[in-house]
């Protein structure tokens, strides 16, 4: 059993910041990509960002320059820290990482999902 929970998410103001956090817990063996995604109302998951264990990242267009993925791989953590947001960040913010659990089988997880919103 593996849980990824989120925190960090909450209601800003544009120009401003937020850090959300995702931390993996339970039967892992390894943590490859981790990464981040968005959902509005209406509209498919998106890719925010992602990270590979060896720290490669890539970002969706429309926020490079302004969000960073790190992570921490002895806390199994991933971290988004989100600068300078606008309105159109406004979204529900999924965590996902490509786990193998201990019983060496590969799995794709998802958070639970924490709420941004972007006041203009």
């Known amino acids: 059993q593996v849980q990824l929970v989120e925190s960090g998410g909450g209601l800003v103001q544009a120009g401003g910041s937020l850090r959300l956090t995702c931390a993996a817990s339970?039967?892992?063996?390894?943590?490859?990509?981790m990464g981040w995604y968005r959902q509005v109302p209406g509209k498919q998951r998106e890719l925010v960002a992602r990270?590979?264990?060896?720290?490669?990242?890539n970002y969706a267009d429309s926020v490079k320059g302004r969000f960073t993925i790190s992570r921490d791989n002895a806390k199994n953590t991933v971290y988004l820290q989100m600068n300078s947001l606008k309105p159109e960040d406004t979204g529900v913010y999924y965590c996902?990482?490509?786990?193998?659990?201990?019983?060496?089988?590969?799995?794709?997880?998802w958070g639970q999902g924490t709420q941004v919103t972007v006041s203009s």
């Open positions: 996902n990482a490509h786990i193998v659990t201990t019983d060496l089988k590969w799995y794709d997880y």
């Open positions: 339970g039967s892992i063996f390894s943590i490859n990509t």
């Open positions: 990270i590979t264990t060896g720290g490669i990242t």
